[in-house]
């Protein structure tokens, strides 16, 4: 794969979810975006970034035996710059995995995001400082008695899609799509020859061509 911070670098400057989408589907990848219901925490959020992924388990107890942040503190502190926290709970929105605390230390390491399908909390904090989060809701209950992380890099299924470590994911407010890491490059070239060719599409259309015409002349809708 070529650079990781460059991938993330484009990613950001000239892609988006839709166009993703679009090029997964050219090649066959269909299910590759999560169900609909993850959303921003706060507006105009994007994140283009690499899985690393985390597994929540519900608990029912805590006592000196359980040490219920052990696993989650080993994923952030190992964060690379460009890597996500992808933290799987199987949607139980009973527990919020994610708060200001991770999420500081999370930017310090240039993580330019998290998404989980439970729930998040400290939200005007993580406003106020900028770093983007996708989640299922908000719930102020913490982990503790609730809910474990039990495994790390290890596949977990996110909305409907089975996600790995180092999975390339693009979130931003049409939604959230995850790149198997085999097929980074491959999709990367499709998506900006597809967004080149749109660009095109777009000025014909401003210059009052139909939509018959452009079709017949891209194939792009």
Known sequence: ???????????????????????????????????????????????????????????????ETVNVYEHEITLVDSLQPGEVPVISCNANLGIAPWGELLSTRA????????????????????????????????????????????????????????????D?????IDGIVFVPADRIDEVMEGALSKVRSENTVREELRAGHSLAEVFERHGIL
């Not at 390339?168 to 931003?172: H, I, N, T």
């Open 1 to 63: 794969m070529k650079d990781r911070l460059e991938t993330l670098k484009t990613c950001a400057e000239e892609l988006y979810s839709a166009v993703i989408c679009d090029t997964l589907d050219s090649m066959g990848l269909r299910r590759q975006a999560l169900d609909p219901g993850l959303r921003a925490v706060g507006e105009g959020m994007s994140i283009a970034g690499f899985a690393r992924v985390g597994i929540y388990m519900p608990i029912y107890h805590d006592d």
């Open 107 to 166: 930017q310090y390491l240039q993580s330019p995001g998290c998404i989980t399908d439970g729930c998040v909390r400290d939200v005007r904090q993580i406003r106020e400082m900028g770093y983007p989060v996708f989640s299922g809701g908000t719930n102020p209950v913490d982990t503790k008695y609730r809910g474990k992380m039990m495994w790390l890099d290890v596949p977990c299924v996110i909305g409907g899609v089975t996600v790995n470590s180092g």
């Open 168 to 172: 390339l994911v693009v979130a931003d």
